[in-house]
């Protein structure tokens, strides 16, 4: 018997994340002491059990897109083709609904789960490139006259400037249909972990550019980029290749092997400043929506 419940416990999220890292094994999954600094009346974790063993997982929450949801449903690949998926899509998506949402987005990454979310109404509205770079000996970049690199381990107010003066700036240029609505404090918490592998560029009082790692501490030999951003009028100065270099000599001597991004595929600047930094392609995420409530194709 498939039973859909809600995370509560430690263990629950500690389960949650198993699922996850199966079905996903090459993204960075938070901690659970992260997953618990997210938590908010919108947010729900879902775990599905039969007979009691924990074989799915499924999150629902407002969009960093804005003004619509986000679902995610997955099944560990071993218990697939049983009816889990569909029971835990259509409770995230009750929960989404029933919060006045009329829009759900997804992400998919394989042809089986693409024509599962069709079944559901989802169509694609974009794809996402996945960007690799293995990590070897990386020297650090010289000092740049016209300003300086810091990390946020030394500068850590520097951290809230960076949102006002870079993030929010720079948000409406990525390719997305509506700038990420992030507020400061998810800033502050989801899109940092350490603050010795984030990297600002200074110059005078002011932050022009960011780039950094996140951490994984299931796989400390692979690190996420983190957000790449620096100021429109700075651009074309070499701010960023000089940031993302300085992050990936940081990564080189904290023993880490392979750094990998997610970048839209229509964010032609990101991508090639990226093919320049010795990056190659990888997977392809699908990105999927549909309208709320979910109808169940016959
Ligand atoms: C997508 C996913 C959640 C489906 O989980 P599941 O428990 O296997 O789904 P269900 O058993 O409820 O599948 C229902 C129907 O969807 C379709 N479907 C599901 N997987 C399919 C596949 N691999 N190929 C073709 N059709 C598929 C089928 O019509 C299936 O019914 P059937 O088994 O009677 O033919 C699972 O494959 C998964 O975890 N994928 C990775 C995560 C992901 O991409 N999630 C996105 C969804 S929001």
Known sequence: MIEIRAVET????????????????YERCPSVAEMRAMESPERLLLLAEVDGEVVGSGLSDRSSEGGRASVA???RPERRRQGVGTRMLLALSEHAAGLGYDVA???VDDEGSLAFAHRFGFAEVKRQVEQVRPIGDEAWPAAPSEYRIVTVAERP????????QVALPTFPDMDLPKPLDVSAEEWATEWINDPAAMFLAVAGD?????AGL???????????VAYTGVRREWRGKAVASTLKRSSMAWAAEHGI??????????????????EHLGF????????VRAQLPLKLAE
């Open 10 to 25: 430690d263990a629950d999220y500690e389960a949650w994340r198993q699922v996850r890292i199966a079905v996903l094994p």
């Open 73 to 75: 449903a997955r099944v």
């Open 105 to 107: 987005g997804a992400s």
């Open 157 to 164: 107010e520097l951290w809230a400037a960076a949102y006002e």
């Open 206 to 210: 002011d932050v022009i550019g960011v």
């Open 214 to 224: 996140m951490l994984d501490t299931d796989r400390p030999e692979r690190a996420e």
């Open 257 to 274: 092997t392979e750094i990998y991004t997610w970048t839209q595929e229509g964010n032609e600047n990101m991508r090639r400043l990226n």
């Open 280 to 287: 190659t392609y990888g997977l392809v995420g699908i990105d």
